[in-house]
């Protein structure tokens, strides 16, 4: 009952906003099309992200987990044209379905895709860049949300954004004896947020058209 009612509001919001165009709409085709996870963030989980993406005027953004690349869509949008996103997939079908899509939404100027594991990417990055990044997005193997973190303080700024999607897991968080590494991973993620002195955070639940879950969200002290 409470999931139906949770469904029909986010409906309505995202038609309310018009939220789901043609090229999310493809991109979301183009998942199920190719039997990937249908685990792209909703519209408005998506209208979210590009909302923090624009108070934090981020130009520089890496996203960790890009699928078919819909939440790609979402914060490469929120550059306007300007600045860089990167984001990061280990599955080169799963990246190759996003470039597509990526080049459809007409953003190959300012998304660039990158097939590997992400610590591996991190690394290469490390060497090669010393640019501060205004928002990470991480969305990928939760087990290594705290490498990433790490990897992700080490490149702000006071001000960025780290932000981080899954942390409640239809409340599976509150499982301290669970057996599933990804709960593990978000539960071990979210007590180091709580007492970190690197970041302020703020931990959301989230309901609608996807399983109950959540988004951590911390800036850079
Ligand atoms: N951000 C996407 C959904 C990502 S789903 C959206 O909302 O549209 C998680 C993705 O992370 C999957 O495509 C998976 O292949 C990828 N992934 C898992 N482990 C990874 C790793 N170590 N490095 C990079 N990507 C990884
Ligand atoms: C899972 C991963 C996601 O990024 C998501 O949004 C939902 C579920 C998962 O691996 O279970
Ligand atoms: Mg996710």
Not at 89 to 111: Q, S
Not at 193 to 217: F, H, M, N, R, W
Request: charged share 25%; proline share 1%; with cysteine.
């Amino acid at each position: 009952m409470r999931e139906e009612i949770f469904g029909k509001v986010d409906n309505y919001l995202s038609n309310l906003f018009s939220l789901n165009d043609d090229i999310l709409e493809r991109t979301e085709e183009s998942i199920r099309e190719n039997g990937m996870p249908e685990h792209s963030v909703s519209a408005n989980q998506g209208q979210f992200l590009f909302l923090l993406a624009k108070m934090c005027n981020a130009q520089r953004i890496i996203e960790i987990g890009t699928l078919g690349g819909y939440s790609t869509i979402w914060l490469g949008r929120a550059l306007n044209g300007k600045g860089k996103l990167t984001s990061i997939e280990i599955d080169p079908n799963f990246a190759d379905v996003a470039r597509e899509n990526i080049k459809n939404a007409g953003l190959e100027n300012t998304v660039e895709i990158i097939t590997g594991d992400a610590l591996d990417i991190f690394s290469e990055l490390s060497q090669n860049e010393n640019e501060t990044v205004d928002l990470f997005f991480m969305d990928a193997d939760k087990p290594n949300y705290m490498a990433y973190f790490e990897w992700a303080i080490k490149h702000s700024r006071k001000g960025s954004l780290i932000i981080a999607d899954n942390v409640i897991r239809n409340g599976e968080v509150l499982n301290e004896n669970s057996n599933d590494e990804k709960v593990i991973g978000v539960r071990a993620y979210n007590k180091m947020l709580s007492e970190s002195d690197q970041v302020t955070s703020s931990i959301l639940q989230q309901v609608g058209i996807k399983d109950y879950d959540g988004i951590a969200i911390s800036i850079v002290k």
